[in-house]
């Protein structure tokens, strides 16, 4: 019974959560409302699951906000200034990846704690995208098609929520159904002995923040579309939501482990928090401190991964 | 463990039902701040939820925390929540093109203050920033009587700062033994205090006892020059301070001989706010055409110069 409650008490939590959301206001529990929070929730889950990637193979990643930023100004830029849009999306994509490679790379060949690494590259993409900018955010009405990757619907779904599925899928099976998720698990777990039985640890760990990276220019592409528009800091503010939503998942399924399952759950509840309150009236200040409140306690049950990745401990 | 989750239980249900409890049926308005903790947005969007809740109305007030997505997922959601009328005070209309106009097709009129024109709000509510913008720069070139050295701190990411800046420009085109010794463009939204602070700080380092004029885009700006010019000695004039936007704060360092904010050109917020709810109140309650009361995508209100002559009548007793 413990064992269950272990695994399944969050989502439990989640789900009562979302029931006392649909018993306290008439338009909670809609078809529209339900899918405007799986649209909402779909940036957040992409960066989310980079960051489980990270943290499975017992690193942090702490640059995935800003380095999303600057793959939205980089694609946002191209499209903006009349450049085809697969070169555009491509770009974003490579520039969020090639930040997650040398994320990698400072972490095994540099030797600095990503802790350290990320903080640092994060705030060169900063400084990039506000190179780039000037500050200003590129704003427009731009070519519908590549609008579309953000705002339009496939299937009779907006197509974000396919995006987001798409992501978690893939990332699902490759964490829980291929060799390469055993490697990085085994590697985040005991990286001495993941080394001794023969698995490349330093190349996981690259991966991994590699992989960040891309799920970073994932989400600026969708970001950039939907809002169609490209800022200097517009997946900032993801970081610390990002975090949570892996936290949060760390407390479930697999409890203490970074799992994408989690995290999507994770990422989901913070959506529907934010959603339902919002429904039932609660003043802005109420959401920041259901949020904080979320990390404490997630991060009370999760302790132990988290000081593995942050200090090593 | 078992107890954490208890308490995560208890304290979302006790949550839920404690607001939903509060909710009565009245008239739901919702109310989208951009970025509270930037003082002018939190006076429109607090005088707006004032004057609604002085009406009886049900008031939702969200704040963006200058976060893009936060801002169109608090569109959305309200948009969900079938408020009855959107205030988004110092919004982002074209980025949020999808998310306004769906909130139009739900049947939520939507006021925009401060924001810019857009085709799914029923108008927006702004001081004519070209006059605005004239005022300020025409009194800090008159203090310098038209020839001298200025510095710039400017904001291009607000619509309304942006045309100031612009109108500043066109100024100085015509006025050219003033001198544009250095510009700072404000260009971080979360952390604005410091990089106008630092960016500031190098440029009168770099022009030290060569600046006769700082223009500011807004007072916000002007406070953080107006603490660094203090701290290094200057005095009122010396040099001339000007900014825009006005407020108790401007108000008392414009009356203080030590501050060195000379001018700024007030703008009304509270004023649009209580426009807002009255106009919303007028249009959607009593069902009057909005083409009878506001002329076109804007509503302009007047915005006056106070400076050491006047700004004993904006000082409170």
């Known amino acids: 019974m413990n064992h269950l409650l272990a695994r399944f008490g969050t989502p439990l939590a989640g789900l009562a959560l979302f ?26 889950l992409i960066l989310a699951v980079g960051f489980t990637f990270a943290l499975i193979a017992a690193e942090l990643d702490l640059s995935f906000g800003s380095v999303a930023s600057l793959a939205g100004v980089v694609t946002g ?36 704690p990503s802790l350290i690494a990320t903080l640092a590259t994060g705030s060169i993409a900063t400084g990039l995208a506000f190179a780039a900018t000037n500050g200003v955010a590129w704003v427009g009405r731009w070519d519908p098609s590549f609008v579309w990757l953000g705002r339009g619907r496939l299937l009779g779904l907006p197509v974000l929520i396919v995006w987001s599925l798409l992501t978690v899928a893939l990332a699902w099976f490759v964490v829980g159904q291929t060799r390469f998720g055993v490697w990085l698990t085994a590697t985040g777990e005991a990286d001495e002995a993941a080394r001794l039985a023969g698995v490349a640890v330093r190349r996981m760990k690259v991966w991994a923040l590699t992989l960040s990276g891309l799920c970073a220019g994932v989400a600026a592409v969708l970001l950039t579309a939907a809002l169609s528009s490209a800022a200097p800091t517009s997946a900032d503010d993801f ?15 697999t409890p203490g482990k970074a799992n994408v399952p989690g995290t999507a759950v994770g990422a989901l509840m913070i959506t529907v928090l934010s959603n339902g309150l919002v429904l039932l009236g609660a003043p802005y200040f109420v959401q920041d401190i259901a949020l904080g409140v979320i990390i404490l306690l997630s991060v009370a049950l999760s302790a132990s991964t988290l000081k593995k990745a942050a200090f090593g401990l | 463990m078992r107890v954490v989750r208890g308490m995560v239980l208890a304290g979302a249900a006790a949550l839920g039902l404690a607001v939903g409890a509060g909710k009565a049926m009245a008239f739901d308005l919702g109310v989208i701040a951009f970025q509270m903790s ?81 085709p799914h709000a029923l108008f927006d509510i702004q001081v004519n920033e070209y006059q605005v913008g004239a005022t300020a720069a025409l009194y800090l070139l008159g203090q310098l009587r038209y020839q001298g050295n200025i510095l710039e701190e400017r904001f291009e990411g607000n619509v309304g700062t942006r045309i100031r800046g612009r109108i500043l420009d066109a100024v100085l085109a015509e006025n050219q033994a003033v001198k544009v010794l250095g510009t700072h463009s404000m260009a971080r939204t979360a952390s604005w205090r410091d990089d106008v602070r630092a960016g500031m700080e190098a440029l009168l380092l770099q022009n030290q006892g060569k600046v006769d004029g700082i223009w500011a885009s807004f ?36 009356a203080d001989p030590n501050s060195t904010l000379m001018a700024t050109v007030a ?31 804007y509503l302009l209100m007047d915005a006056e110069l106070v400076d050491p002559s006047n700004v004993g009548d904006y000082l409170k007793p």
Do not use: C
Not at chain 1, 80 to 92: E, K, M, Q, T
Not at chain 2, 85 to 94: D, E, N, Q, S
Not at chain 2, 279 to 295: K, S, W
């Open chain 2, 267 to 297: 703008i009304p917020f509270e004023d649009m706010g209580e426009a807002a709810v009255d106009l919303i109140d007028r249009i959607v309650v009593q069902g009057q055409p909005v083409e009878g009361l506001v002329p076109g995508p």
């Open chain 1, 19 to 44: 029931l006392v959301f649909a018993l306290a206001s008439d338009n909670f529990f809609t078809l529209a409302n339900q899918l405007t929070i799986l649209r909402q929730v779909s940036f957040l």
């Open chain 1, 77 to 112: 830029g191209l499209v903006h200034f009349g450049y085809p849009i697969v070169p555009a999306i491509l770009a974003g994509l490579v520039t969020a990846t090639a930040f997650g490679l040398v994320n990698g790379l400072l972490v095994t060949v540099a030797k600095i």
């Open chain 1, 239 to 253: 970081l610390m939501s990002g975090i949570a939503a892996v936290l949060l998942g760390m407390t479930m399924f």
């Open chain 2, 219 to 254: 007072d916000g700006q002007a406070y953080i020059i107006d603490d660094l010019l203090s701290a290094q000695g200057a005095t009122k004039g010396d040099p001339v301070l000007v900014s825009i936007d006005g407020g108790p704060e401007t108000y008392r360092r414009i």
């Open chain 2, 38 to 118: 930037s003082e002018t947005h939190a006076r429109v969007a607090n005088a707006v939820a004032e004057a609604a809740k002085a009406k009886g109305w049900n008031v939702t007030l969200l704040n963006s925390a200058g976060s893009m997505p936060e801002h169109a997922a608090q569109i959305e959601n309200l948009t969900q929540a079938k408020v009855d009328a959107l205030v988004i005070a110092m919004g982002k209309p074209i980025e949020m093109d999808a998310q306004m106009q769906a909130a139009k097709e739900a049947g939520i009129p939507i006021v925009t203050v401060m924001s810019g024109a857009s």
